[in-house]
């Protein structure tokens, strides 16, 4: 059996200009991940970078601590199918139309602008990206230019076909990512409908590793969401 474990970046910059970098607490989410599968004893011999700096930044860290380690660090791959789903572009496209048909969005959008509290604007947030994209993936909206749900998880699959089939016979694989891909890669596991992966997408913690078994004709879910390695409470984030 060959493992694939998946990782989702540290926290990223919820907020600020740019927030596709890590946070000062997701550097320290990577950093604790790194130092817990030195601990372990965990080695790989294939890593693979999705494209977006948060994710870079994660696998960079671990990789830095494995090097100062002498513990080897295989040359990284950059795949851009492990990107995200497109939730901003979801979200900009979208919530203006269905704020014309949904009057409580129109609301939350009127109480993210005018609060000044993070953790409100994060929970709004949340929410209106939580109902925009199911109501993208049920097709109430659609634009041709935008994939659909489940062309994601089509894409996600077949790229992490492509790290098992560069990954060794009985060798150990690590894909730095995010929450999307995470639950998409459960999804081709367990056989999970577009609906279920979609509601797990919001599940993956920064920086937990999900692990998956794999052989020519099998893949299986091993563990999800786990983080042994963020042992106080307020390591644990979700956004």
């Known amino acids: ?117 993070a953790n409100t604007k994060r929970r709004i947030f949340d929410r209106v990206l939580r109902e925009v994209s199911q109501r993208w993936l049920s097709g109430e909206v659609s634009r041709e230019d935008i994939p659909t749900w489940q062309q994601f998880c089509h894409r996600i699959e077949a790229a992490m076909e492509r790290v098992k089939q560069a990954t060794p016979k009985s060798g150990h694989a690590v894909v730095f990512t995010s929450g999307g891909p995470t639950a998409a890669t459960a999804r081709a596991a367990l056989g999970l409908s577009y609906e279920s992966t979609l509601e797990l997408t919001w599940s993956p913690k920064n920086a937990s590793f999900s692990e998956f078994l794999f052989t020519s004709d099998r893949f299986s879910l091993h563990t999800f969401n786990s983080t042994p390695h963020l042992e106080a409470p307020d390591l644990i984030t979700y956004r």
Not at 57 to 86: M, Q
């Open 1 to 117: 059996m060959s493992t694939l474990t998946v990782v989702r970046h540290g926290q990223a910059s919820f907020l600020a200009e740019n927030y596709d970098r890590l946070s000062e607490l997701g550097e320290r989410q990577a950093r604790l991940l790194g130092e817990y599968w030195l601990t372990k004893g965990v080695r790989f011999e294939h890593v693979v970078y999705g494209p977006c700096e948060r994710q870079i930044r994660t696998g960079e860290i671990i990789g830095d601590l494995y090097r100062s380690a002498g513990a080897g660090w295989p040359e990284p791959s950059n795949d851009p199918d492990l990107d995200e789903f497109p939730a901003e572009l979801v979200v900009r496209t979208f919530l203006p139309e269905l704020q014309r048909r949904h009057d409580h969005l129109n609301r939350a959008v009127s109480e993210f602008v005018s609060t000044a509290d």
